[in-house]
């Protein structure tokens, strides 16, 4: 008998000294999980004082049998309906493991449970009823393992007191499930008859399975191995949030995959821009140095002010991950409603989230059923695999090259509905990242400003079609110009006649509008230039990542001419039209501007002359830091 | 280890950095000697990290619900290495006027100490808590109800909460980002999927989420990490006549365990042998066998 002896060293919490390995077990209902559960608790000692007592008793009040099951249908509920609703989460150990237990349940219709518990674990066993043999649930689970990335599965033939310990029936059974599952890529570590309620093959070889000759189960659980962080792959960084809590400006994530060390060149993707981290930063002794590996959550600060936000991966110069509009994916779908092509959808990749549509389905299939095969719709707690395109580019990886950073959930109404497999990653038309290497200019800021007497900044004005928009960006174009400065105006509709003019204008096309105008203008900011946007931009979120891509640089004016007196102007005959129906999606007469709620200024050219509401802008400029009032201000800007 | 005592209250409020040197100087060397890879208390501070910098991002408007225990002083600690010292949202203690005093002066210290945006808010009276539950369900159920009045006072779109799979078996059944209802109630039944650390973080208006950022945690994992890193306990937790606290409730309802751990090390040999649940001194755990399934899904923690 094994004996644990108290060692005079102060006792280590579970695996600090041995490997500690989550397990699922997993199956078709009614094929005997809960039992099984029960009696490896019992047999490795595992069991609170009192609990198999207390049970017994609880059985003996209802007037039914003790079952091993009740130990984990510890809820009235489950009781009441007999199946285990959702995981549960049970420690015990082997002789060389702590193992924690993650029981899922085997009911179709809380299949969201069994891949909650599923994708936390290292291992699986997959049970299976002797007497029923494979049923659709059995293969079901064994796909959503695969799909899962769950690599080691050991496979228990459960009930062999009901076919009277069968080596025939066990092989027959054997040989199905492992076709199966080598199908799909597994290979079991091991396939073992047992009978949970009696105890054969648990953790005894006994008589009535004399003929096999592998592993007990709990043999099987102490060979797992748990599962490693991926330090061996490439650096990947997702970034979760950027702190401005003191002086620092920190860049927070987890390390995903890879290591990073102070000192060292990394590139911000989807962006492609390149920075060298300057610390790591932590907490209560900082700055931390040596390399921080796969799995830890850092914090570190750049050598330079980059644009960077949540859901940037950042990763080392000739291994980022490929930037993308389009993916294919191998998902699960968990939503009552049918996935299907042309759905809009939010798609989440680490921090990372696009809208995004599907493109195409395929190979969509009850993973239980695995013939029916067809490419219109995917259902509920089936798979398939779809072509996604992505309103936002996101940077991400193969799953068979990074299975951190190649796998995405899908979200429907805040809530998430599939996830799944990146197979493949279509990198668009823009060049390999690697080779972006942004040159800078060779002239200083200050050089810039001093001729200009003025800051780089984006000018924003939105508001409705012919609220004076155009008209005002003019008269300020030509105030700052007469002034020395260097205004470029930057119209919607110009744009769209040449840069953007493959965008139309649906929602994604106009929020793809305005990121390029945004991109642009932020980039004539930076130089010096004062950008001065003309664009409806109805949309709030649209002109929040433009605030967001501009930053420090960005004034927002919102030209707040009511509505009927821009009808009445209509000078390109827009609202007629419209009012006609011969123009669709006009943002005039449809509601849908969504006002600004915190503009650097709002005018409305109804109730002022162009002069004095350029007057109004210049004052803002001056106030706020772009304009230089005196020629002290100037000197103390260099 | 660092302990608040009656008697060593002078000496615990010595120098407000003292604590974080020593622990400074043991937390590098630790992490000199273990670079790159993690041991097992690493790898669960990293998660808990990450889910706080989630909740931080995703939620509008969060609070960390502070019950002075043993847990939640690790969750504060683990949230100030997440933001580089400073817990960013406030922490809330839902008092329910029947802690012991030992917990009372150890908040008061260290919501100083630790810098915190601390809001203590009251429970209503007893009269006004279901008078079917059984007495100590009930007690407890005040808590909940001061809950959700502090709730509706702040419009908190979550509430960080630290409880663990391994304390009771439908704390088990909790996702890490966990919706509630409008009434501020628990649908078993009907919890979305949660899985590759992608949590569900949008409560329809007016609902809420709970945040539980050691949900994977052991009672001996929190023990083992309180040592290492230094974290101060209320003296409660140790032997004393042979008798310690597990886990720390109101007064009336919470007994001691029969124990003879008066340090940390102690306390981590005696969980490795025990088999005696760490809410046994709890006594709404046993009053009957749905009683504490009752309360969850009617918003307790």
């Known amino acids: 008998m094994n004996m644990i002896v108290t060692s005079p060293s102060p006792a280590t919490p579970n695996g600090t000294t041995r490997p500690q390995v989550r397990i699922v077990i997993v199956g078709h209902v009614d094929h005997g999980k809960s039992t099984l559960v029960g009696r490896l608790l019992h047999e490795t000692g595992s069991l609170p004082e009192g609990k198999l007592e207390m049970l017994k008793a609880v059985s003996a009040r209802r007037g039914m049998p003790f079952e091993w099951s009740f130990l984990l249908d510890a809820l009235q509920t489950e009781r009441d309906q007999g199946i285990t609703i959702d995981t549960t989460q049970i420690r015990f150990r082997t002789n060389s493991r702590d193992i924690v237990l993650i029981d899922a349940p085997g009911h179709a219709e809380f299949l969201r449970n069994m891949i909650t518990g599923a994708s936390q674990a290292d291992g699986a066993v997959l049970i299976i009823d002797a007497l029923e043999g494979v049923r659709d649930q059995t293969r079901r689970h064994g796909y959503l393992l695969h799909l899962l990335g769950v690599k080691q599965v050991a496979i228990v033939v459960n009930k062999m007191d009901r076919v009277d310990f069968s080596a025939d029936r066990f092989k027959e059974i054997s040989d199905e499930i492992t076709a199966h599952l080598q199908g799909l890529g597994v290979t079991p570590t091991a396939v073992i008859p047992i009978s949970a309620r009696d105890g054969d093959g648990v953790a005894a070889r006994t008589d009535r399975i004399g003929w096999y000759k592998g592993p007990t189960v709990v043999e099987a659980l102490d060979r797992l191995e748990p599962a490693r962080p991926l330090e061996a792959l490439a650096l990947r960084l997702p970034v979760q949030a950027i702190y401005k809590f003191d002086d620092r400006r920190i860049v927070a994530g987890r390390i995903e995959s890879g290591s990073l060390a102070a000192g060292e060149e990394i590139v911000i993707m989807p962006a492609g821009k390149i920075a060298k981290i300057k610390s790591v930063e932590s907490w209560p002794v900082t700055p931390v140095a040596g390399r921080q590996g796969a799995g830890r959550s850092v914090g570190i600060t750049l050598d330079r002010e980059l644009f960077i936000e949540r859901g940037d991966i950042i990763a080392h110069a000739g291994t980022s991950p490929r930037e993308t509009r389009r993916l294919r994916a191998r998902i699960f779908w968990l939503h009552d409603k049918p996935l299907a092509k042309g759905d809009q959808l939010l798609v989440r990749c680490g921090p990372k989230e696009s809208r995004a549509t599907v493109v195409a389905i395929e190979k969509a299939v009850d993973p239980g059923e695995l013939e029916s095969r067809e490419n219109k719709a995917i259902g509920r707690n089936h798979v398939g695999e779809i072509d996604i395109s992505l309103s936002n580019p996101i940077a991400t990886d193969p799953y068979t090259e990074n299975p951190r950073t190649g796998r995405l959930v899908i979200e429907v109404s805040g809530r998430i509905a599939g996830g799944g497999l990146v197979l493949s990653v279509d990198a668009g038309q823009r060049a390999v990242p690697v080779d972006i290497v942004p040159v800078e200019s060779a002239l200083r800021p200050d050089e810039r400003s001093a001729r200009y007497r003025h800051n780089g900044a984006v000018v924003w004005l939105t508001g409705l079609p012919a609220s004076g928009k155009s008209t005002l960006a003019k008269a300020l174009e030509r105030r700052l110009f007469t002034q020395g400065g260097s205004p470029i105006l930057l119209d919607g509709d110009t744009l769209r006649a040449g840069l953007n003019s493959d965008l139309g204008f649906s929602a994604q096309d106009r929020s793809e509008n305005i990121r390029r105008l945004a991109e642009v203008a932020t980039h004539l900011a930076r130089n010096g230039h004062i950008a001065i946007v003309a664009a409806v931009s109805p949309a709030r979120e649209d002109r929040a990542t433009a605030r967001r891509i501009a930053d420090t640089a960005f004034r927002e004016i919102y030209v707040a001419t009511p509505a009927e007196v821009c009808e009445s102007r209509d000078p390109k005959g827009h609202y007629a039209k419209a009012r006609a129906g011969t123009l669709t999606s006009f943002t005039g007469i449809l509601n849908d501007y969504e006002s600004p709620e915190a503009a650097e200024l709002s005018i409305d050219t109804s109730k002022r002359s162009i002069a004095e509401a350029a007057d109004e802008i210049e004052q803002m400029l001056k106030a706020s830091g772009v304009l230089f009032d005196e020629l002290a201000d100037l000197a103390a800007n260099i | ?301």
């Open chain 2, 1 to 301: 280890m660092h302990l608040l005592k009656d008697d060593s209250a002078a000496d615990a409020l010595r120098g407000p950095t003292s604590v974080e040197q020593v622990h400074a100087r043991e937390y590098s060397a630790h992490l000199a000697a273990s670079q790159p890879s993690m041991d097992h208390l690493d790898q669960l501070e990293a998660q808990s990290i990450y889910i706080f910098r989630e909740a931080f991002a995703r939620l509008k408007k969060i609070a960390l619900l502070w019950s002075l225990g043993k847990d939640s002083n690790v969750m504060i600690w683990l949230a100030r290495k997440a933001f580089f010292g400073r817990m960013p949202f406030p922490a809330m203690h839902v008092d329910t006027g029947k802690k012991f005093p030992e917990m009372y002066r150890f908040r008061d210290h260290y919501g100083k100490e630790w810098d915190l945006d601390l809001r203590v808010e009251p429970c209503p009276p007893i009269d006004a808590v279901d008078p079917t539950l059984p007495p100590a369900a009930r007690s407890a159920a005040r808590k909940t109800e001061g809950l959700k009045m502090a709730l509706a006072k702040y419009g908190f779109d979550g509430l960080i909460a630290g409880i663990r799979r391994d304390e009771e078996a439908t704390r088990a059944k909790e996702r890490v980002f966990s919706p509630r209802g409008l009434e501020g109630n628990w649908d078993v039944r009907d919890q979305p999927p949660e899985f590759w650390d992608h949590f569900n973080a949008s409560p329809p208006q007016g609902a809420h989420l709970r945040i539980h950022p050691i949900l994977h945690w052991t009672e001996a994992d929190i023990w083992a990490y309180t040592k290492r890193e230094n974290i101060p306990i209320i003296p409660l937790y140790l032997s004393q006549n042979g008798k310690r606290y597990r886990s720390l409730g109101d007064q009336d309802i919470t007994n001691p365990v029969a124990s003879t751990a008066s340090n940390i090390d102690e306390i981590l040999v005696e969980l490795e042998q025990t088999k005696v649940p760490e809410r046994a001194g709890r006594a709404l755990d046993h009053e009957t066998e749905d009683a504490f399934e009752r309360l969850r899904v009617a918003g307790y923690l």
